[in-house]
């Protein structure tokens, strides 16, 4: 992959407006009050990635948001759309899995490199 808003993120420079700016909404999968998930593209290069934002309240009432952009083939999202009944457990596995850049509640954005192993908390 070759992406250029990927490489960013791996040296730790890409920012929100970063990915805001450069990438166009191509499609939406879900829209509900706690998960979106949509396909989003890369302006300049066309790397599709499976856009998807969680909010979890935890236990004790906190809000935090969860930004993940999962770069993503079109065979990924036509996976994505066929799981549409259990899609929270299939992104779920797909963060856990799969490497992808991270917007969390820290405010930071970072590229998560073989996905992360607590995802199933958010997703929950
Ligand atoms: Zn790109």
């Avoid at 236990?59 to 899609?87: C, G, Q, R, Y």
């Amino acid at each position: 992959m070759s992406c250029y808003l990927i490489a960013l993120a791996k040296e730790k420079k890409l920012t929100h407006n970063n990915l805001k700016n450069q990438t166009w909404a191509e499609e939406s999968i879900i829209e509900s009050s706690h998960l979106d998930v949509g396909v989003v593209k890369c302006v300049s290069c066309g790397q599709l990635f499976i856009y998807c934002f969680r909010e979890y309240t935890s236990p004790d009432w906190e809000d935090d948001m969860w930004t993940f952009w999962i770069p993503a083939t079109p065979e990924d999202i036509e996976e994505v759309k066929k799981n549409i009944d259990v899609l929270s457990g299939f992104i779920e596995e797909l963060v856990n899995k799969r490497s992808h850049i991270c917007w969390g509640p820290n405010n930071k954005v970072s590229w998560v490199e073989g996905g992360c192993d607590w995802s199933s908390l958010i997703f929950s």
